[in-house]
C-alpha cells in the first residue's frame, strides 16, 4: 500500500535532498509526495518523473501545512533535511514541524543517511502507518 511521504529542505540542503529522490526514485515512485513548494521545484528539476504536490514554501506557511497533514494522518512518513549552520527566519515553524512529527510519532529522518536508513528499513515497501 502507498504512504504519503513529506520531503521538506533548507535551501543549502535542498540539492542534498533531490540527489537523496534521484537516488531512490524507482522506490519512491509508487508513492505520494508531498513537498513544499521549493523544495519541490529543486525536486523536480532533477526528478521530473515523479509527481510531487507541492504547498506553500516554508516561510510562508509550507512547514505548518505539512503538520497539519501529518495531524490528519495524511503524511505518514517526514524526510527533512534542515540546514543545521543558517539560521531560519521561519525557526518556530521549523521546531513546531519536527513537534508534530514526534507527537504523532511519524518516521522521521534528517540527514541523508538516516533517510537511507528509513528505505533500507522497509518504510517503502510496507503498508501505510496506522494514524498515530
Known amino acids: ?29 509508487p508513492h505520494a509526495i508531498v513537498s513544499t513548494a521549493t523544495t519541490g521545484a529543486t525536486i ?3 526528478s521530473p518523473e515523479l509527481p510531487i504536490r507541492a504547498v506553500k514554501s516554508g516561510p510562508l506557511g509550507g512547514d505548518q501545512q ?3 497533514m501529518i495531524a490528519e494522518g ?5 524526510i ?9 527566519a521561519h525557526d518556530v515553524d521549523v521546531k ?3 513537534r508534530i512529527a514526534l507527537v504523532y510519532d511519524i518516521p522521521a529522518a534528517f540527514s541523508p543517511a538516516t533517510a537511507d536508513l528509513l ?8 503498508p501505510a502507518p496506522a494514524p498515530g
Not at 80 to 88: H, I, R, V
Open 96 to 98: 513546531a514541524l519536527l
Open 66 to 68: 505539512i503538520g497539519g
Open 74 to 78: 495524511e503524511v505518514h512518513a517526514l
Open 119 to 126: 528505505v533500507k528499513g522497509g518504510l517503502l515497501n510496507g
Open 1 to 29: 500500500m502507498p504512504i504519503t511521504l513529506a520531503l521538506v529542505a533548507h535551501d543549502r540542503m535542498k540539492p542534498a535532498l533531490a540527489g537523496w529522490v534521484a537516488r531512490h526514485a524507482a522506490e519512491l515512485a
Open 44 to 46: 523536480r528539476a532533477q
Open 80 to 88: 527533512f533535511f534542515p540546514d543545521p549552520l543558517t539560521p531560519q
